[in-house]
């Protein structure tokens, strides 16, 4: 029994008693009026009935509970019932707020010793909090106001309703549901709710500055929409504003601007919203969270997977300043002409270049327009892959790169990557080239991979394809072709791989038949390109190739790998080791040969090698210089067949030097076939000179007879011991005079 329910009951047994003697005596000694005036009984049960009611319980003369109304009515069982304009009065206490209940009609129950009120119910709290509902309960044992009917809340800044409510006024705690609504709005709003939360059950804990929302939670806060199974939001009452709203299970956070790069969505198992002054200005998603952004109207947005993200949104709070995304990091970029990019990492920032700081060092070097970026950097374990495909949607190719860092650019919308710097163990690979550098940019518009050396202790970057490696200070890969372009220090290792056994080719390039299949072909130069389409491979400040003991040099060689040609430019010097018949034997033995021009073309298809200008051919038996020299070999493009001079020819044998404007040499019979206006052959023999003077001269190796026509034929003989070196010297004297 309630502290306040004896005295009541004691109070009334005795008004009860003593009205009963007042109207015994008034019976008998009252002289009956002339007109008896009749009272209409609101409940014939009642035992009593009175006007004006007021009654005031005290608890340890404090007060606990005051009630007024129109009319009260007693009954037997000890229970009281008021009428018209109840008001019910709880006066605070140290553990509790004040409040007040009002309506229609109340009923105290004797037993319970609860109050039921009903009948346009009003409910108004300490602190602010006003209600309406069709019936309430309340037990001031139990503190708590039961309201079993739809009722609806409202305080200067929150408007709540659901389907039924209690509020314990020992906590001030509003609990409501099912169907619970609750509406924040601040000063100024115009009553246009700033945020409004749906869900099947709430609690408004208004001392505690929280509310919790259970099942099917919804909040729509202007520009975003959040959906969980439960929701905790703290709340600043005086500032009538929200601080934080912390959803659970299934998380979402939608937003409403479909402006491409605008938010779409972000989920995770739990989210927690962080409010600034006027709206959400911080998520963050732990446990598997997603962001989605929006497209445009032909494809999907970008989308961002990690462990645990941190998005910071923008004023209008459509869009992000910053995303931060931490373990197990996935950007899928949104497909485009048949593109798709996706990066990963250990972890993300990416925000406006102003939010950024500086903090990213990819940068757009161009004229284009390309409005508005973003700057993005991923730290640890990063991959990206970028998959093209045609029309029918099958994949046509792949490029990969992993670094442990990549700073990038990205548009505004986050459609696409611009410009990308990999950083710390680049790795590239994609068809039949594979790379690695210690740093490397990508610009994807022009699709140009550039790999780079790191200070003058880096190590050169390579790239390895099809044809072979190359190291250089910095390679250029343009994906298109691919075409590659090298400087600084380029070294390179070309593939001479055989056929294979059906005879196929293994690779699609085509080597000199000059060099061996199998052994490797070295390359080193200033700078290299290779132009994919024409399959012309250029070395250029001061190239050298070779394979063993055959070699190349000039200022500029050019292979071309599709016909197997080679083109040497300044400076030539080449050494090929070539089959020529042996003079005492007649086999085939290894000879070198060793040439020298300012220009050199080897026609593979003719295997033929043409030293053009200031040429010089030596060999083991011979040294020839003219304007031109044609080395001819045959079909195997190692046995010799023949050497074709032109111009100024000079021939100098062991013991014979031959002058004139042609020369050709058939290595088959070692003949000699001269021809000038005039041939002059100057010879050594028995310690004299002699010198022979034709049109046409033939000669062989083996044999000490010339044959010369005879339509010029001068020979003059010397004893005066005027032999090679002599005449050599007056040819270079004559030469030098003007």
């Known amino acids: 029994m309630a502290l306040w329910q004896r005295p009541a009951r004691i109070g009334l047994a005795t008004f009860v008693i003593a009205f009963g003697i007042a109207v015994v005596i008034g019976i008998r000694d009252r002289t009956p009026p002339a007109v008896a005036s009749g009272v209409v009984r609101a409940d014939p049960e009642a035992v009593t009935q009175s006007r004006g009611a007021r009654i005031v319980q005290q608890d340890a003369s404090e007060e606990n509970l005051r009630v007024s109304a129109e009319r009260q009515l007693t ?88 389907g039924t409510a209690r509020y ?16 924040l709005s601040r000063e100024g ?30 909040v729509d806060a202007g520009a975003q929409r959040m959906e969980a199974m439960e929701a905790r939001t703290a709340f600043d009452a005086d500032d009538a504003r929200l601080e934080t709203v912390e ?11 479909e402006t491409p790069g605008q938010l779409r969505s972000m989920s995770a198992p739990e989210i927690n919203v962080t409010y ?36 910071r949104l923008t004023v209008a709070g459509t869009g992000f300043d910053v995303i931060r995304a931490r373990d197990d990091v996935v950007v899928e970029l949104p497909p485009g002409d048949g593109v798709r990019q996706r990066i990963a990492s250990a972890s993300l920032e990416v925000g406006t270049p102003e939010a ?116 250089a200070e910095t390679i250029v890969v343009h994906f298109e072709g691919p075409d590659l372009e090298a400087t600084g220090q380029m070294e390179s290792v070309l593939t001479s791989a ?64 599709a016909t197997g040609n080679v083109t040497a430019e300044g400076a030539v010097r080449t050494r090929m080791i070539i089959l020529q018949t042996d003079d005492e034997t007649g086999e085939q033995i290894e000879t070198t040969s060793r040439g020298q021009s300012e220009s050199f073309f080897y026609d593979d298809a003719l295997r033929r090698a043409t030293y053009t200008t200031a040429a010089e051919l030596i060999g083991d038996r011979f040294t020839l210089e003219a304007d031109t020299i044609d080395v001819i070999l045959h079909q195997d493009a190692r046995t010799l067949d023949r050497i074709v001079a032109v111009g100024d020819v000079t021939l100098e044998l062991e013991s014979r030097r031959v002058i004139g404007e042609t020369l050709t040499y058939y290595d088959a019979d070692g003949r000699y076939e001269m021809s000038g206006d005039p041939v002059r052959i100057v010879e050594e023999v028995d310690e004299e000179c002699r010198e022979t003077t034709g049109r046409t001269m033939t000669f062989f190796i083996t044999a000490e007879a010339v044959s010369i026509d005879g339509q010029s034929e001068v020979r003059t003989e010397s004893t005066n011991g005027v032999c090679l070196d002599e005449v050599q010297d007056e040819e270079i004297q004559q030469a030098d005079v003007p």
């Open 247 to 257: 959803l659970i299970g299934d998380a979402h956070v939608f937003g409403h601007d």
């Open 168 to 183: 314990d006024r020992r906590g001030d705690l509003l609990y409501l549901e099912p169907g619970a609504v609750v509406e």
């Open 276 to 311: 600034g002054a006027e709206a959400p200005e911080q998520v963050e998603l732990a446990n598997g969270a997603r962001v989605e952004l929006f497209g445009d109207a032909t494809a999907a947005g970008a989308t961002i997977d990690s462990r645990s993200m941190e998005v």
């Open 356 to 471: 950024m700081g500086g903090r990213v060092a990819a940068t757009i070097d161009r004229d284009a327009d390309l409005g508005p970026l973003l700057e993005a950097r991923f730290d640890d374990g990063v991959e990206y892959r970028e998959s093209r495909l045609d029309d029918g949607g099958v994949l046509t190719d792949e490029r990969v790169i992993r670094a442990r860092r990549l700073d990038a650019t990205l548009d505004a919308d986050f459609a696409g990557m611009h410009a990308a710097n990999f950083i710390g163990s680049v790795e590239l690979a994609t068809g039949d080239i594979t790379g690695q550098a210690d740093q490397a940019t990508y610009d994807v518009d022009e699709e140009t991979f550039t790999l780079i050396t790191v200070g003058a202790a880096g190590q050169n970057p390579r790239v390895d394809d099809r044809r072979g490696s190359i190291q």
């Open 498 to 561: 055989p056929a294979d056994a059906d005879g196929s080719a293994v690779l699609a390039v085509k080597r000199p038949q000059l060099l061996a299949e199998g052994p490797p072909i070295y390359v080193t130069a200033g700078r290299f390109g290779y132009d994919a389409d024409l399959a012309l491979a250029t070395y250029s400040d001061t190239a050298r190739l070779w394979q063993d003991a055959t070699e190349f040099r000039g200022e500029t060689l050019i292979l071309d790998e």
């Open 189 to 218: 709003d115009d009553g246009e709710p700033q945020t409004r939360i749906t869900s099947r059950a709430a609690v408004v804990a208004q001392r505690e500055g929280y509310m919790r929302f259970e099942d099917e939670v919804v």
């Open 75 to 162: 009954y037997s069982d000890g229970s009281v019932r008021w009428i018209g304009n109840v008001d019910v009065f709880v006066p605070a206490r140290e553990e509790r707020l004040e409040f007040r209940l009002g309506g229609d009609e109340a009923t105290m129950l004797k037993e319970a010793g609860s109050l039921h009120i009903v009948g346009d119910v009003r409910f108004e709290s300490g602190d602010g909090l006003v209600g309406t509902t069709a019936e309430a309960s309340y037990v001031d044992e139990e503190g708590i106001v039961v309201m079993p009917a739809p009722s609806e809340f409202w305080r200067t800044w929150m408007h709540a309703s659901a």
